[in-house]
T-cell receptor, first 116, second 109 residues
Framework: DTAVSQTPKYLVTQMGNDKSIKCEQN?????MYWYKQDSKKFLKIMFS???????INETVPNRFSPKSPDKAHLNLHINSLELGDSAVYFC???????????????FGPGTRLTVL | GQNIDQPTEMTATEGAIVQINCTYQ??????LFWYQQHAGEAPTFLSY????GLEEKGRFSSFLSRSKGYSYLLLKELQMKDSASYLC??????????FGGGTRVLVKP
């Protein structure tokens, strides 16, 4: 199936641990994103990469580090997890390559992170 | 900065019509998206408006007025499966999407 996929779907961990979430898209898109959706359901952009280059870097603690080994993958590594990091993290991708362009973003199924 | 407002919740009856309003104030504008999100699932694309006017797609229509900073999503012939959250999002430079808080629509029989 052509899609945006994420692993794991659920992640439960202790405060202070380091964890990674993986994202892959086989849509042939050039741009990938990470979003955080908190308990109040606000969906907020964290990062975007275009062809392995960082484009958007919102005000996110530097404990969060995205890594894009190739344009089909964008992983999110989180160090020293805190209680407030508990949320659903969505990966997305789109075709747009120009900073002036707009294209539909397609979302992965989400990873529900719970920090205890 | 970006500010996007939409109602928190709406209730409607199966077969009826519901209109979800979205107002925005943004420093850049490359278009407005509507997404549907069922509980525990990913947002899925519904519509995109960049020019003023109405875009119709089956039972769903979306309207945009750039001068008023206003959009609405119209859901006709409501079905039970339309119970979901509807997210309004404005696109700015770098294809950066800023989302509103979402409107939870509950369809009752």
């Amino acid at each position: 199936d052509t899609a945006v996929s994420q692993t794991p779907k659920y992640l439960v961990t202790q405060m202070g641990n380091d964890k990674s979430i993986k994202c892959e898209q086989n849509l042939g898109h050039d741009t990938m994103y990470w979003y955080k959706q908190d308990s109040k359901k606000f969906l907020k952009i964290m990062f975007s990469y275009n062809n392995k280059e960082l484009i958007i870097n919102e005000t996110v603690p530097n404990r969060f580090s995205p890594k894009s080994p190739d344009k089909a993958h964008l992983n999110l590594h989180i160090n020293s997890l805190e209680l407030g990091d508990s949320a659903v993290y969505f990966c997305a991708s789109s075709q747009v390559t120009s900073s002036l362009g707009t294209d539909t973003q397609y979302f992965g199924p989400g990873t529900r992170l719970t920090v205890l | 900065g970006q500010n996007i407002d939409q109602p928190t919740e709406m209730t409607a009856t199966e077969g009826a019509i519901v209109q979800i309003n979205c107002t925005y104030q943004t420093s850049g504008f490359n278009g407005l998206f509507w997404y549907q999100q069922h509980a525990g699932e990913a947002p899925t694309f519904l519509s995109y408006n960049v020019l003023d006017g109405l875009e119709e797609k089956g039972r769903f229509s979306s309207f945009l007025s750039r001068s008023k900073g206003y959009s609405y999503l119209l859901l006709k012939e409501l079905q039970m499966k339309d119970s979901a959250s509807y997210l309004c999002a404005v696109s700015a430079a770098g294809n950066k999407l800023t989302f509103g808080g979402g409107t939870r629509v509950l369809v009752k029989p």
